[in-house]
């Protein structure tokens, strides 16, 4: 009986050890600019944190919750049919949210982190590419030249929805540029500094002459005063 307690201690020892080894290979952490979803068992998501997972029984697959840069360069027709040239860039990203998690894993998984994020990529700029012409159509030269941050705004409402079901929110939307091959752009930028340079000469014109009208005022006032002083001294 004595002979068999160094091998059964010995058992217990390798016992504990697998035990221990099992756990930490059961045993996943994950950062935060990361999501581990786990499907088998039971679904769920791991991000800044630390969960068990049971191999054979569950699945993981990991993916990127950082942001994610996309420039978008579009040409099409505005609403008065002038050829038009726009360059966005957008900063966007899986939603951190359970929800909005599983929906980009299934919209998107490739099994690996860096072509997963690819598929987002190229996805969501064919979105974008398309609610950025959808939305020119609708306005007119002069209302892209005065007003990018409605354009942009605009576009931003409109594709945020339909990244939305993907999983994905917009963080930044901006138009870098707008540009056209016929020079109407140039034109109206003439056109606006001229109107400018006409402005500034009537705005300058009218101090003048408020100026002038100041100073004949003052001086009227000033004559006056010295004509009452004749008077007062005389008497």
């Not at 700029?125 to 159509?137: M, N, P, T």
């Amino acid at each position: 009986m004595l002979d068999n307690i160094p091998i059964l201690v010995g058992g217990l020892v390798v016992f504990v050890i697998l035990c221990v080894v099992g756990m930490a290979r059961m045993w996943k952490r994950v950062p935060q600019d990361k999501a581990l979803v786990v499907t088998g068992r039971k679904k769920k998501v791991i991000s800044g944190a630390g969960g068990f997972v049971i191999p054979l029984l569950e699945r993981t697959d990991a993916i990127s919750l950082e942001n994610m840069q996309i420039i978008v360069n579009v040409t099409g027709l505005t609403s008065t049919g002038v050829d038009i040239s726009v360059g966005a860039l957008t900063i966007l990203k899986i939603k951190n949210e359970d929800e909005k998690i599983f929906a980009a894993m299934e919209q998107f998984n490739t099994g690996n982190i860096n072509g997963t994020i690819k598929n987002i990529v190229e996805t969501s700029k064919e979105v974008l590419e398309g609610k950025l012409r959808e939305i020119l159509s609708g306005m007119s030269v002069e209302e892209l030249y005065r007003n990018r941050e409605k354009f942009a705004s605009a576009v931003q409402e409109v594709a945020a929805h339909e990244l939305e079901a993907m999983g994905l929110e917009i963080k930044a939307f901006t138009i870098r540029e707008i540009n056209d091959a016929n020079g109407y752009l140039e034109s109206l930028g003439k056109k606006q500094i001229a109107e400018v340079k006409k402005d500034a000469s009537i705005a300058e014109s009218n101090a003048k002459r408020e100026m002038e009208i100041t100073i004949a005022q003052n001086e009227r006032e000033t004559a006056i005063q010295k004509a009452n002083l004749r008077k007062e001294t005389e008497i």
